[in-house]
Structures are given as C-alpha cells and as structure tokens.
C-alpha cells in the first residue's frame, strides 16, 4: 500500500506560509539538513536531529522554546522541501542542542478540507514521537479554532531514552499459562486518603504497594492509559467535577502521563514509569499496559488539532469517502487511527518496540483491537499488517500481546481474531459464567467449554487455551460486588441520564437493590463473589480481574465510571480490613491455582490417562458421568481434573441450584479426597492451607446452594 495523493486546486485551497512572529536570534542554534531516520527527537553527541512525516506538507518550521511555559520561540528554524525533506520525511539538525530544550512545530499546506487536507500554518503542534509534553500552558479550546494559539500550545522536549540506569532488569517473560493478571487504574489505586502513601495516584504510589500486590498472589499488573492524555479537561456535574479519568484518548504515545508523575518536568517522567516497572519486577510482577491506537485525542471533525492532523490528517486517519472533511468512526470516539497505512502501522510498533526495550514493558493489551484489522475502507483485512507486525516482529516475541477483539462499529472477533498469538479478552466466557452463577438453567455443557479453556472457539483454529483471557468483570462494567449487588446500573452521576453504559449487565442483587445491612444477603453476596472467584481461577486460560473486586469494591452501581476520578472510581483502602475475610479467600485462591499446574495446562485436554488411569478431564452432574448436557433445567456441574506430574488431581463441585444437592464423588485407588474449599462455609473455613485439608470418607458430598466444593488427592 502507498500513501494517498491528492491532487490540490491551488485557486480553490491555497497553501499558506507559516507565520513567523519571532524570527531566529542571531546567537540562535546553528542548524545544518539533518537526517530522515529516526523519526522524532534523537540526541547526538554535537546536537539534536529532529524528523517528522508528512506528505502534503509543503513547507513546516521548526519552534525552539528555552523553557517549557515560554510564550515565543527563542528561535525559528525554517525547513523546506529543497532542503530538508527525503520522500516524505522533514528533518532538520540542530547543533549544540542538549535535552531538556522544548520544541513545537508549525506546518504549511494546502487547506481543503473536502479532500482530506486540514493544514494551518499557525497551529502548534507536538512531535508524534515525543518522549514528553508540556501541557503547563495547554488550552484545548483554543487547539479547536482555526488560527494561532502559540501561547496557550504544548511543547514536546528533548529526551534521551538511554540515559537510565536499569541495574540489570529484563521484562520477566512468564509464561502465559502462569499469568494472574490484576486490571488496574494507576491514579485510582492510591488517590484516596487511605492509601497512605507519599504520592498518591502516581507511579510511585503502587511502588509503595507492591506489598499489597504480592500478597494478593497476582503475577501481573494491567495497567490502564498510561500514555499521556487530557486531564485537564473537566467540567460539573450535580457539584462534582468529572474529567477523562481512565484516559481513553490518547495525546502522545511515547510519553508517559504527567498526571501520575511527581517531577514537574517532563524530562524526569520515563525514569519515574521505570522506577515503577524495575520495582514491580524485583517483586515478580509484570507490567501490561492498555494502549489507544484505534483514535486519538483530536476527536471528529470539530476536536482539537495538536499532532496528526495538523500533519498529515489524509494519512493519519480514516476519512469518509465522499466527503473527507468528515472522520469514519468505528470507535465510538471521534475518529479512526489509520492503524494500516504504512505511516500508521510503523508508529504503532516503533511505539510497542520503545515501550519494551527502553521502558522494560511486559505486554499490551490494545483498546477496540478489532479496529486494527480494518482496511482502509473499513472492511476487515484477512492480513491485516499492523496486526501482524506485532505478531512477527522478533523484538517483540516474548511480548504478551491481548486483544478486545471487538470494536464500537460492531465487528466482534473473538475466537477468530487475526494471527496465533495474540491473547483476547474472552467475552464468550464472561457471559456465560455471569448466567451460570446468576443462577441460569441448561448452561452447563457452554460453562464446561469456557472452564476447559474455551475450546470451541479455538482449538480447530490451531489456537491454545492461552488464546482466553478469562475474565468476568473488567474497567468497562460492573464491579464484581456490583454484579452480586445491583439488577441495573446506576449511572446517574455521569450526568448522561443513565443512559450510558450497558443496559444488559446478567446482574443480580441477590435479592436487595444496593447496600443493605441484611446479614442473609450479605453472606449470599460474599458467596457469590467467592464462586465467580474460584470458577474464574480454575479455568484453563489466563484470569484477569479488576482492582478492589478482591474486597468487594464497589462503584454504587455505576458501570461506566469513565469520568469518576473520585471515590466512586478509586480504590478504597478501607475495605482490605472490612472485607479481610475475602481478601484471604483470593489470596489462598490465587496461591491454589499456582500450586496446581492441572488448571493451568499449555494445551487443550485430549482424553489421555495420567500414570493412575484417570482421564485427563471427566464432566459429571450429580451423578458421575452424568454432566446434563441436554438438561434444559440443569444449573450444577462437576468435573475432575487428573495431575500428570504426580500432583494432586482436582475434583470441583458447582453448585448453582437455590437449594442444596447431593453429588456423587469419584472412586479413587490408593488415594483419598479432601476438601480444600467450600464457598459456603466463613473464612477461614471457606478454604483450607495446604495440610489442613479435611478428609472426605464418603461417597457423596452435600453442596448448599449456591455454593462450590473443591477436593483434592492425595
């Protein structure tokens, strides 16, 4: 594929010459052509190169700031396409420069909007591939009008990306099928006043933490957004101040967000996301990050121009055929990044490849993944190349890659996403185990794929059950207390109306609305989140779950806290001593799970027997062999899982009838059963440490309602 041409009537769509209003000192930097590769900022022993893309620019200028809130450039670089553009490549040397030194550009072109093209020689706009932006005299109002805002504009700055010391660490490379992946909101997890720490809501906040963390049992971190995004925009609701809280929209995708650094300046920001990365892997836990590439932040037609669309916006982003002025909007958000343009696709993996070589990142997990398989007329690509660039690419072949593979235009992959490795966000699965454990009849041969590594959706495709993200809550819904808590959402504090946010959340409420002081539902709630918590932590695949939902955290109902930087989207640090009782029942879970490699196989089950005969997997109900597949009113399963390397086979009981049953237990030689959990029973009961199981001498078990067993061999 090539880049678009576009040709302009010059009478109709004049180019205009960037307006100068401070012209280079004569003590100013000497400048000399420069060189096209690499793209941004590169620091050299004698000076600065500078290069940036652009095809339809005709002339741009390079604005050298001596501090980041300086209102005039202290110099003006002039470039042209004589002299400082290979292909379509502007660059431009700066001898003496040093980091630290703040820039801008301003571009030159051709305005004609119904062709694609948006230049305005007076806009200021950042260096895509910028380690770090000013934001100190930012105004989006005034990047929304046509014409100069040099004065209320970013600045990027000059960075050396080498220039840290990483004192021997080295991305972790676990294993996927070892992977205990805990979602969660850096500024959230410690801005409230609980936390306790020296700088809440910063990286340095989970740094304090990792205490926390690690006795949580989780292997990584998901970190939402922590590329740079708007915060500053902001506006009330009902007396409360909502903003872009989970920072969705991104600005700059080499940069780290200010708003979780301390240091004032921007230059510091990559050693405090390092800082963060180095201490979490000294504890032995990975750093996924959440990345935007489907949008950016400049929004439809009417949003702001800061970067890409002051640059090459034909290029940049999908437009709309007939009429180019407009943004084809498969996000739901504004517009579409041109994910498979070459321009495109090259940034989104110079990007990966930066965060994983010089900032030690572990994996990514991409935001609307789906909206990266469309071609450039919308339609999905069999091949689509930026998916398959990251699939392929050696410097990011040990990288764990997961997908949302599914976008706001309504294109749905999961299961058939394009490429082998990428991981997805298994949607499938966190449908069926909310129905089943709501309490839905005639699931249970559906429940039995998804808890056996979801089989149906990916074996024949030469996919392994490391392919499934299993998750039944993430960011974007229901916190796990919400899902037991409340039959609809809550979301009126979003000041939409309730009208945001999914409507079918396959809640229950366990028979209150809400908060209660009702001990009977409290005890059926705390039940409940213990059954989604250990079906999700014995399913073949890797678990994901959302921050707090370990102790119950709740967001009132509310299932699209997007905007809610406050106690209804933080973590409350209260709740760890108030819900001690549930953050034990994971802690001993997660360390279940890791004790025992049977639920956390490589590859799908195939009938094989282990050394004692047994199969690898057997599916009853209540009677053994007897799974129900075709029993539209059955809501109980149970199943065994055989060990291969001399451990102990598992046997699980689920339960999910209103009234107690009776379930057959399997026969086994020279070994006996012992129960090591039962969500029925309080803590510390409800699961037993290793040695303190409890023998189980007959053939059947009872399970209460609603309520799972887990026995083990030995």
């Known amino acids: ?426 949607g499938v699965y966190r449908d069926n185990i909310r129905r089943f454990v709501r309490g839905h009849a005639g699931l249970v041969g559906d429940v039995a794929d998804c808890l056996s590594g979801s089989a149906q959706l990916y074996q024949s495709s030469g996919h392994l059950p490391v392919n499934s993200v299993n998750f039944i809550t993430a960011h974007d819904g229901f916190t796990l207390n919400d899902l037991v808590s409340y039959n609809g959402k809550h979301n009126d504090a979003n000041g939409e109306g309730n009208r945001d946010g999914v409507d079918d959340n396959m809640s229950w409420n366990c028979g209150v609305e809400g908060p209660t002081d009702d001990p009977a539902v409290e005890a059926l709630r705390d039940r409940q989140v213990k059954n989604f918590a250990t079906l999700l932590m014995l399913s073949q695949g890797v678990p994901m779950f959302v921050m707090g939902d370990e102790v119950r955290r709740s967001q009132g109902g509310n299932n699209n806290a997007w905007c809610q930087d406050n106690e209804i989207g933080w973590f409350d640090w209260s709740l760890p001593d108030r819900h001690a009782g549930q953050l034990r029942f994971w802690s001993e879970l997660i360390a279940f799970r890791k004790a025992h490699p049977a639920v956390h196989r490589g590859r799908f089950f195939t009938g094989a027997l282990n050394e004692r005969g047994l199969v690898d997997i057997a599916w009853h109900g209540t009677e053994l062999g007897k799974p129900g597949w075709d029993d539209p009113q059955s809501r109980a399963l149970s199943w065994t899982v055989a060990a291969f390397d001399g451990g102990a086979d598992i046997h699980v009981i689920a339960n999910m009838y209103w009234d107690a049953l009776s379930f057959a237990v399997p026969h086994q030689t020279g070994r006996n059963w012992y129960r090591a959990i039962d969500t029925f029973q309080t803590s510390p009961d409800d699961i037993l440490k290793p040695g303190s199981e409890t023998l189980v001498a007959d053939e059947r078990i009872t399970a209460e309602g609603r309520s799972i067993i887990v026995l083990i061999s030995k």
């Open 1 to 426: 594929m090539r880049p678009m041409t576009v040709e302009i009537n010059a009478k109709r769509a004049p180019a205009r010459a960037p307006r100068t209003k401070t012209s280079a000192k004569p003590s100013g930097f000497s400048v000399r052509a420069g060189i096209p590769h690499p793209l941004g900022s590169t620091v050299f022993p004698d000076g600065v190169n500078f290069s940036i893309f652009s095809e339809h620019a005709l002339s741009m200028e390079l604005l050298l700031f001596a501090s980041e809130d300086a209102l005039d450039p202290m110099q003006v670089v002039p470039m042209t396409s004589e002299a400082n553009k290979s292909f379509h490549f502007w660059h431009v040397f700066v001898e003496g420069a040093t980091p630290g030194l703040h820039y801008a550009y301003r571009v030159a072109g051709p305005d004609a909007r119904a062709q694609g093209l948006r230049f305005d020689p007076e806009k200021i706009l950042i260096d895509p591939y910028a380690f770090g932006n000013s934001m100190k005299l930012w105004d989006r109002a005034a990047a929304c009008r046509p014409g100069d805002n040099m004065h209320c504009s970013m600045r990027s700055v000059v960075i050396d990306p080498l220039d840290y010391d990483w004192e021997g660490d080295r991305p972790l490379n676990r294993p996927m099928q070892d992977t205990v992946i805990y979602e969660m909101h850096v500024g959230g997890f410690t801005r409230s006043d609980g936390a306790k720490v020296a700088a809440p809501g910063s990286f340095r906040g989970v740094i304090e933490k990792i205490p926390y963390l690690q006795s949580l049992g989780v292997t990584a971190v998901e970190l939402l957004p922590v590329f740079q995004f708007d915060d500053k925009q902001s506006w009330e609701f009902d007396s409360r101040k909502l903003a872009n809280y989970w920072g969705y929209s991104t600005m700059a995708y080499f940069a780290p967000h200010a708003g979780y650094c301390e240091a004032p300046g921007e230059a510091a920001h990559l050693d405090e996301f390092r800082e963060m990365v180095k201490a979490l892997h000294k504890a032995g836990i990975e750093v996924i990050l959440d990345v935007v590439f489907n949008h950016t932040d400049e929004g439809n037609h009417e949003g702001p121009t800061f970067s890409f669309r002051g640059l090459d916006n034909l290029n940049y982003y999908y437009l709309v055929p007939e009429n180019r002025d407009f943004y084809f909007d498969y996000t739901g958000c504004g517009n579409t990044f041109n994910c498979n343009h070459p321009i495109g696709s090259k940034m989104i993996l110079d990007c990966l490849r930066f965060w994983v070589e010089h900032m030690h990142v572990d994996g990514f997990r991409f935001d609307e993944g789906s909206v990266l398989s469309r071609g450039p007329n919308g339609a999905p690509m069999e091949f689509p190349p930026a998916l398959w660039q990251v699939e392929l690419d050696e410097a990011l072949a040990t990288t764990k890659v997961i997908a949302e593979a599914w976008d706001a235009a309504g294109l749905y992959q999961v299961g058939h996403f394009p490429g082998f490795r990428w991981a997805e966000w298994n």
